[in-house]
Every structure is written in C-alpha cells, then in structure tokens.
C-alpha cells in the first residue's frame, strides 16, 4: 500500500484526501490552495530565472547573439564545435576537476574529524567552534575573494600571478570557505546514531577505532554518500571566488568553466592577468559551453548515483547487521 | 490547537495555476523591448530637468562643478546619472531598447558609432549648430566615419589629442634614495630600454628586498599592454601589436620589436627588478604601491593624477615614447574627429539639452577642464596656457606630451566604410599573450608572437569579407599606406571644416 504520510504514520492518501475534503466542507480544515499560494512566489522566481534560462540556453546555442541586441543567424552545431576545439575550455575543465579532486576529499576529512572532535559530548564551548566554523561559509564569496586579494597583495606574494601556485591558493581558500556546511551536516548525521549503540559496544570491550570503523563510518554512511555528491557538483560548479580572486588568470592558469562561460557571455573584463580580456561577447556561445557542460555534469551525477547505489546496496545488509 | 482560516476567496488549484501563469507572462512581457527602439524616445521640448549620463569618476568634482554653473547661469536644471564604466556598454543598448535613454549621454566607444547611428540612438546636431559653432573648433574636429555619418554631425570631441595615453612614471623620492639624480639633484628621467633596465638595477640593489625598479597591477586587466605601448611606440608605427599602416597587416611576429620588448619584460622580472606581486594586485593597489615608494617606476596615464593628489602624493615626473635610442623613430598617432557627449533619440527637453551640450563643448567649460581643474588638454587651443598652470606635476605632463603625438593615417577618413570593418578580438589576444609570457606559460616567445599576427591577420581579412558581404566598398588596401612618413604628421586629404 503506497502513502505519503510520514514514516511511522499509516495515513494513506485515500484517507488523506477524505480528511481534507471534509476540513473543506466545515470551513475550518486545511486547504491545500494555501500550498499553492505560499509556493507560488518560489515557483515563479525559479521558473523565471532557473527553468526558462536553462531552457532558453538550449536554443541560444545554435545562434550567435551578443546578448543584447537582436540574435542574429542560425549556426547550427558550430558553437559546439567552437567549444570542443577551444583548447581553453579543456584547460579550463582540467582546472575544475583539478579543484574537484583535491578540494573534496580534503575536505571532507577535515570537515569529518573536526565533527568528531565537536561531537564529543565532554567538549566545552563547542557551540562557539562551530559558529567559528561555519562563518565562511555563510560570507559572500565574493567578499572573501577581495579580503584574500588583498592580504596576498599585503604580503608581497605573486601566488595569484604565478601559474604554479595560483589554483592551490584558491583550492585552500575554497576549503576554508565552504568546510562549514559540511562540517554542520557530518555533525547532524553523528547525532542519529543512537548511542545506545556506543554503549553496548563499551560494555563488548571495543575501543575507539572499532567504534568509529564499526558504529560511526557505517551510521554516516547515507549522509556522507549526500554530502559527497553534493561537494563534487558544488566544487565542479565553482565561480564566484575564482572570479573575483584571479578572473581566470594569469592566462588561464585558473580558469574553470564557469568562469570560461561566463568570458564567453560577458565579454570584457575576464581579466586576471589579462586571462582573456579580448573576448567577444557571445551568448550563443556561452549557451553551448552551458549545455555541454551541463550533460557533462549529468553524466558525472548518473555515474555517481549508479555506483552509490551499489555501494548502498551493498553496505545496507552490514549496517543493519551491525546495527 | 487553532486551525488555519479558511481561504476568503473562491480559489481552485487551475485559477490559482492560470494567475500564477499570467503573473509570469506578464512580468515577462514587462522586460520586453519595444518593437523599434529608435522610436521609444520621440523628441520633445518640455521644459523639464536635462537627463544626463557620464562614466566619470575622478573627474566628478569637475562636472558638479559644471553643473552648478550651468543651473545658475541658464536656470536649467541637469540630472546627472554617474554609470559604471564597464557597464556602460550594456547601459546604452539596454536603455536604447527600453526607451529609457537620458537627453544628453557620453558616446560608448561600443557598439560602434556607425551602428548607433544606424540604430537611430543618437540625434543629429545639423539643426542646433552653425558655421561659426562649428569653425569655433581646430580643423579635421568633424570628420566623415568618426563623428559624421552620412553628413549628420553627431558628437565633437572635447579633449585635444596631441597628448599620448601612456607614460612611465617615475618616483622621483625613490630615485634620489637610489641616488639616481643629475648635477642639480633632480631624478633621472630615463630615456632608453637600456637606462630603464640600470635605474632597475640600481634601485633593486640598493632596495635591499623592500624597494624594487618596476612594478604594475595586472589583475584587473591586462595592462602590460601599456607597457608594450610606452615601450615599443617609439620603435615603430605599429608599436609593436598594432596594425602596421604601411603594410596593412600585423607584424608581432615578422618584425622582432614585440619579441625584443618581452625578452625585456621577462628579463626584468627574472632579475628581480620587478615588484614581486604586481600580476597578483589591480591598477589601483599598485598605483597606492608606486607613490608609498615600494618601486621606482610605473606605466599610466594622466588619470593617476586625481588619486595621487588627494592622497599628497606630488613627488614624481613623466616620460614617454621610451626606445631603444634617445631619438625615437616613430610617435603615437591621433585620429581626427573625436567624440565626447551627444543629444540622443530619447530627447524629452531639446532645448536644454542642445544648451546643455553647447555649453559642455564649449571653450570656458574647456578652459576651467585644463587650467582649474587640471584634468587635461581641452580642444579649444585657445583655453589652454601651459604658463599660467599652478600644479607642477600637470605642467609636467603637459611638457612631456609635447610632440610626442602626431595626426596618423586612418583608413575610416580616407574610406568612410572602413568603419564597417570590426574584426571579433582574437583569443587568446595581444594582452593575453604578454601576461602568457610574462608569466613563463609560453616559453616560446617568437612562436607565440607568429601565431598572434597570424590569427590576427587572419580575423581582419575575415571582417573585411564580412562587411563585404554586408555591402561595404572595402578592400585590403584601405589599411595600406604605403607612402606615409611615421616621423611627419600626416595630412588628411579631406576639407578642414564640413559644410552643414
């Protein structure tokens, strides 16, 4: 029997339905319209400024327009293949995997060891660490890039202007900014182990490592299998601190795509050494960079779910055995 | 436990859905341009406040100034809207299809001229001016293809341009501390690649790791290019990245100069003469950098003065057109014609604006933008008395512009449907090559340099067929000037003044 009650709860939508409709008739009960109003602004402000661009990047991929005045001519699949010769968009997809790859598991271990430490329950002032934790996290990116900007320029250190250091800058910085959130949802997924589970395990005679391997790794297993994948398409997606730290700069050297796309938008003032400051503004392509982007990303999302799945799969018969 | 109100209107899930949908259509159609932007603003002669744009920002102080003058000496009031410079672009296309354009606004060098015209953004002066406004301007101040189009005057220009952009600045603290000075204790002004390359030396040995001979902030945007410009200017016509107009076509390859200069570039920085961070900090940081006296030398322009003098910082000289001998072998080239302000389609108060206008292209407004203001050279030679200027460093700048630019050939006078040629910016373009270089990313110097001029080459020959194909009476050979003397200013075979 399907419902879409609650777990615990055995409401069926039948009966659901019937309560509503009889809230209905006195006058009094819930009425789902008011769902509808109170979704309604965010429905239109993500149909207006999610769905309809993505929608409309599909067809702006095919035209050259600069964005403002009127398109002008179909060019079918050259804008793709614009993308796919362009060797600064493989640098640039080289540099967000790059990110990606670093950036994720190191932070996820620091974002798991310090939850913990702050998980420990004889730990004083925790609060406050985490307050401390999450505060990058909830600054604009933006703002964080121009205080960085500024503190390298104070210290005399050309790590934005040299090739080699710049993308590690920026990578460090990137695992500063965004650890809190991870940090607050590994601690949230400590806290729905049971500890009863701790205890009969102290009363068996395990120590902290078994704990940790056989009571806490397998209990985060589900929220850490979200929190992965949600790092690695915020990390793939990274733009805003590349942006205002370096523009892409110095040429290319930290360029990612979404930085690529948005030169290829916008035009001028990519900037960042002069990483691209010579760019036509073109919607059109930008559009294709989007959507091939875009399923590049899906494709990553699918690989990551079927093989999640798996190992959920696969870890689901332990953890309920060693639950 | 209290139960939610019941809803007072008779909502259902489709009418809720269909208002929900009409919502969305119509803030939609509310974004929506109108059919013909030209005819969004239709002029008028209301007597309301001038609508008026600038990208100033440094040279506010001068334009509320002018403002305030204007209100008290016409009874006219001036709106003014300060935009962003590099969003100016968008601004104008953006109000010019909303109809939301203000009476008089500066001329964006983009879109193109000939396209805003084209779009109808822009109102004619033919019917506000006369001989005598006209002929109160220097020959070749109205020119076919620059601010007239198809006889139509549309803008003038309000800046004189015998000036250069670029300059070398030197810090005039950190050269005597370096003991870089002549017989009378000034500060050397250095006049070659070689004296460049010592003074560098000197000052970043002398430094001791705290001080350095040359510095920049590259961050913001690729302003090595200037460098490039100050530098190799001197050296040829082309400058080293642009056309050269005895040949027609780019030559950063095939001519060695581009490839000597960044040899030189690289070698500053490898020898540690360079600020250490300067591709790491923006324009603005490095100029704070420059007068603190953390290098000896810097490229700008006159725009650095304004935040040099509210911050006290006085002590430094210019120089320009720097090669590898003393006497250079070629000049900066200015264009005639010119641009500044115009009256656009959306005019709501024709009179006030065309007042408006007259007065800002006018020669006091010039006289107060040169000798009060120091802001630079006004068009009007008559509102200029280097004299009688009080501030030493723009009485500098002044001297040290002094015949360092001459009129050039420009292939748009000669054939108005020039203009109609814009080649795409290539990518990666001469900026990004330099910082490419700069930076050791591309180690082949020459060959990256081959491969500019190539695609550089290739883009022009490529826009010129494409305005062919457009109806333009272009070829190749307008870019080719082949009996012009660099070291001669060259004379435009075309009538001083136009007749209206």
């Known amino acids: ?323 | 436990m209290t139960t939610p109100a019941p809803l007072p209107l008779s909502l259902t899930r489709r009418s809720l859905l269909l208002g929900t949908g009409g919502l969305s259509l119509g803030a939609l159609a509310a974004c929506r341009a109108p059919a013909d932007p030209a005819a969004a603003g239709s002029g008028g002669s209301g007597s309301g406040a001038v609508t008026y744009w600038d990208v100033w920002q440094s040279q506010t102080p001068y334009i509320e100034n002018e403002i305030a003058l204007f209100q008290e000496a016409t009874g006219i009031q001036v709106q003014r809207t300060q935009q962003q410079t590099g969003a100016y672009k968008d601004l104008i296309t953006l109000g010019a299809r909303s109809g939301d354009l203000p009476d008089v606004r500066h001329v964006s060098s983009e879109p193109p001229m000939n396209e805003q015209v084209k779009n109808g953004w822009l109102t004619p002066l033919n019917d506000h001016v006369d001989e005598e406004w006209i002929r109160s301007f220097p020959p070749y101040t109205f020119v076919e293809g620059s601010n007239m189009f198809d006889g139509k005057i549309y803008t003038a220009p309000f800046v004189a341009n015998t000036t250069p952009a670029m300059f070398l600045f030197i810090n005039d603290q950190v050269f005597r501390d370096a003991g870089l000075v002549d017989g009378e204790g000034k500060a050397l002004i250095p006049r070659t690649w070689d004296e460049v390359t010592q003074y560098a030396r000197t000052i970043t040995e002398k430094g001791g790791g705290e001080v350095f001979g040359l510095g920049f902030g590259n961050s913001a945007f690729d302003l090595l290019s200037w460098w490039a410009s100050v530098f190799c200017q001197a050296e040829a016509p082309h400058g080293g990245f642009s056309m050269d107009l005895r040949t027609g076509s780019y030559a950063m390859g095939s001519d060695p100069l581009a490839g000597d200069f960044l040899e030189m570039l690289v070698g500053w920085k490898d020898a540690g003469y360079v600020f250490p961070s300067s591709m790491s900090i923006d324009d603005e940081t490095a100029r704070v950098y420059f007068a603190k006296g953390d290098f000896g030398m810097t490229v700008g322009g006159n725009w650095n003065q304004p935040g040099w003098a509210e911050d006290g910082f006085t002590d430094y000289s210019w120089t320009t057109l720097i090669g590898r001998e003393e006497k250079p072998k070629a000049f900066f080239y200015s264009a005639p014609g010119g641009d500044s302000w115009a009256l656009t389609s959306a005019l709501k108060n024709t009179e006030g604006a065309v007042e408006w206008l007259r007065w800002l292209l006018g020669p006091e407004a010039g006289k107060r933008w040169t000798q009060e203001f120091n802001l630079g050279l006004s068009i009007h030679p008559e509102s200029v008395d280097v004299d009688a200027i009080e501030d030493r460093n723009f009485r500098d700048y002044l001297v040290a512009a002094e015949g360092k630019q001459i009129p050039g050939p420009q292939p748009h006078i000669r054939n108005p449907d020039a203009v109609k040629v814009v080649p795409d910016p290539v990518s990666p373009g001469p900026g990004d090559v330099i910082a490419g270089v700069y930076t050791g990313q591309l180690s082949d110097i020459r060959g990256a340099l081959a491969d500019l001029e190539e695609r550089m080459n290739e883009n022009h020959r490529a826009a010129i067929d494409a305005a062919v194909a457009e109806g333009a009476q272009v070829s190749a050979e307008d870019w080719v000037f082949e009996d012009w003397d660099p070291m001669v200013p060259y004379a435009y075979d075309i009538p001083e003044y136009p007749t209206l």
């Open chain 1, 1 to 323: 029997m399907t419902t879409d009650a609650a777990p615990g709860t055995s409401r069926t939508r039948a009966e659901t339905r019937t309560l509503e409709t009889a809230g209905r008739r006195r006058g009094t009960g819930w009425s789902p319209l008011w769902s509808y109003l109170y979704l309604s602004p965010f429905i239109i402000l993500v149909a207006l400024f999610t769905i309809y661009p993505t929608i409309a990047s599909l067809g702006y991929a095919f035209i050259r327009w600069d964005g403002l005045s009127a398109p002008s001519g179909f060019v079918g699949l050259e804008n793709f293949r614009t993308i796919i010769g362009d060797p600064f968009f493989w640098t640039s997809l080289r540099n967000s995997l790059w990110y990606t790859a670093v950036l994720v598991p190191v932070q996820l271990f620091i974002a798991l060891t310090l939850a913990l430490v702050l998980n420990q329950g004889t730990m004083r002032f925790t609060s406050v660490y985490r307050s401390m934790f999450f505060l990058p996290a909830v600054m604009s990116p933006a703002i964080l890039a121009v205080i960085f900007r500024l503190l390298i320029a104070s210290m005399q250190k050309d790590w934005l202007g040299d090739p080699d250091v710049v993308m590690w800058v920026i990578i460090v910085i990137g695992i500063w900014q965004t650890l809190g959130y991870n940090l607050i949802y590994f601690l949230a997924g400590l806290q729905t182990i049971p500890k009863e589970l701790y205890e009969a395990a102290e009363v068996d005679g395990a120590g902290w490592w078994a704990s940790l391997r056989h009571i806490t790794l397998p209990g985060l297993r589900s929220i850490a299998i979200i929190i992965l994948l949600m790092a690695i398409l915020g990390s793939l997606n990274v733009f805003d601190l590349v942006m205002v730290l370096t523009g892409g700069g110095p040429y290319f050297a930290s360029s990612v795509v979404n930085t690529y796309i948005y030169q290829l938008a916008f035009g001028n003032f990519y900037g960042g050494g002069g990483a691209s400051s010579s760019v036509a503004q073109n919607i059109g392509l930008a559009s294709a960079g989007s959507v091939f982007y875009g399923f590049m990303l899906l494709g990553v999302t699918v690989v990551q779910y079927v093989l999640l799945a798996r190992i959920k799969k696969r870890g689901a018969p332990a953890i309920a055995e060693e639950s």
